[in-house]
């Protein structure tokens, strides 16, 4: 239990020692694939503390996405805000649109659930489509990305993209780490006793209502902050932000990485991010091969990359356990 306590104190340093170097071992390019995976990170996770945690599948986690991202352009554009403030907005909007939605949704679960996450999914999308006098429908709009001041500091160039990288990074690893400390708390655990039983959970006194909508509440603010991160770094906002495209991609790249785990969804967006890219860059016909290779995780691989990780660290500790009870027993006959 020490070993492995240890082994993962190790991995964690190892992952924030490189996170601090990247940007002198990338190029310009690469960086900033690194940058979109970070904030799509957190999107997944944030979709994750509903669907692999709650159990709740959801089609319109976009639309809390998608209003992070049009407030925080919004508030560089014409209120003049601070980026800070931008990014903060852009969660309070994503966590004040998921309590709306939620008050409905929370009393649902199931297909009827995922339903009307899609409907309400469309209401955002036809509203920033058609109020063009304030999103510009799809044209889309741009905001110029401000830069950060931190008092007994100055202002930090947030144009340079190794200053909004390691930005990002800090934003992200808070966030996360807030992410992953709540699933510890008894909320968070009361939120998994709901994914496995919601009625026996009810029966036993707790209020099943409050903690999923407490819970959809916290996964929408997340998902706004990654959106608002996500416009800032584009420096643009469109509808396809709130599209049921991007929706479907969260979806895929946490069931490509895993739900069953906290980082599975890390992995997935990860590996799709750059799998895509290289794909796209070789042929046309890049959208085919990633279905062919979902089709085939459905069938041979339904826990995900995470979940591959998982049994070929459960094969390694069987075979080491293996070739120490053959060396015990050799020992033995020896005396």
Not at 88 to 97: H, N, T
Not at 205 to 234: D, E, P, R
Not at 256 to 280: A, H, K
Request: hydrophobic residues 50%; aromatic residues 14%; proline residues 2%.
């Amino acid at each position: 239990m020490k070993m492995g306590r240890r082994l993962n104190i190790l991995l964690l340093a190892g992952l924030f020692v490189l996170l601090a170097v990247l940007p002198r071992l990338l190029s310009e390019y690469l960086l900033s694939l690194v940058i979109t995976m970070i904030i799509y990170s957190l999107f997944a996770v944030s979709f994750n503390i509903l669907f692999g945690y709650a159990g709740l599948l959801t089609f319109g986690h976009a639309a809390y996405f998608g209003i992070g991202a049009y407030l925080s352009i919004i508030s560089y554009k014409f209120l003049g805000l601070p980026l800070a403030a931008g990014i903060l907005l852009g969660g309070a909007a994503g966590s004040l649109l998921g309590a709306c939605f939620g008050v409905f949704l929370a009393r649902f679960r199931g297909m009827t659930f995922a339903l009307l996450t899609v409907a309400f999914n469309q209401f955002i999308f036809t509203a920033a489509e058609k109020w063009r006098s304030v999103t510009n429908g799809d044209d889309g709009m741009s905001g110029p990305r401000p830069d950060l001041f931190l008092p007994g500091i100055g202002s930090i160039d947030m144009l340079s993209q190794t200053n909004w990288y390691y930005f990002v990074v800090i934003i992200v690893v808070l966030s996360m780490a807030y992410c992953y400390f709540f699933t510890l708390t008894p909320l968070g655990q009361l939120n998994m006793c709901i994914r496995e039983n919601e009625e026996r959970a009810g029966f036993i006194g707790y209020n099943t209502y409050a903690t999923k909508l407490a819970v959809y509440v916290l996964s929408s603010f997340f998902a706004g902050l990654a959106g608002a991160l996500a416009s800032a770094y584009q420096e643009f906002v469109a509808t396809s932000f709130i599209h049921l495209d991007k929706g479907a991609d969260v979806l895929i790249m946490t069931f490509v990485g895993g739900s069953t785990t906290f980082w599975g969804p890390i992995l997935g967006v990860c590996f799709l991010t750059y799998f895509n890219d290289l794909l796209s860059s070789a042929t046309k016909h890049w959208r085919m091969v990633q279905g062919v290779m979902f089709i085939v995780l459905v069938i041979y691989a339904p826990q995900g990359i995470s979940g591959l990780l998982l049994q070929v660290k459960e094969w390694l500790k069987d075979r080491a356990g293996i070739g120490k009870g053959i060396g015990a027993r050799v020992e033995g006959a020896d005396r």
